[in-house]
């Protein structure tokens, strides 16, 4: 059974860092396209970054540069590591596998003085 577990959210001050984490189980997370995804208040789901099999890496320009999305082989995890952290960074955090929608419940992320 496929199952993905986000991580890691939490209150922190504009300028901040947090490193969240996906758990996956039933798959091999190497083997595919993973997503991160976010859902502000009031908003859609909007795509940020993706890790494909290769290792390659893509970013929306709204995170591009603060963002890193990476993953260890060996726990079969995602991560994201978010620095100089904005008050419109606050939403909820998903991860996804390849084109699929998000299977967990997420993680809130919020960026407040």
């Known amino acids: 059974q496929v199952r993905l577990v986000e991580s890691g959210g939490d209150l922190v001050q504009p300028g901040g860092s947090l490193r969240l984490s996906c758990a996956a189980s039933?798959?091999?997370?190497?083997?595919?396209?993973m997503r991160w995804l976010r859902q502000a208040p009031g908003k859609g789901l909007e795509w940020i970054s993706s890790?494909?099999?290769?290792?390659?890496?893509m970013y929306a320009d709204s995170v591009k540069g603060r963002f890193a999305i990476s993953r260890d082989n060996a726990k079969n995890t995602l991560y994201l590591q978010m620095n100089s952290l904005k008050p419109e960074d606050t939403a909820v955090y998903y991860c996804?596998?390849?084109?699929?929608?998000?299977r967990g419940q997420g993680t809130q992320v919020t960026v407040s003085s």
């Open positions: 996804a596998r390849s084109t699929e929608r998000p």
């Open positions: 039933g798959f091999t997370v190497s083997q595919y396209t």
């Open positions: 890790i494909v099999s290769s290792g390659s890496t």
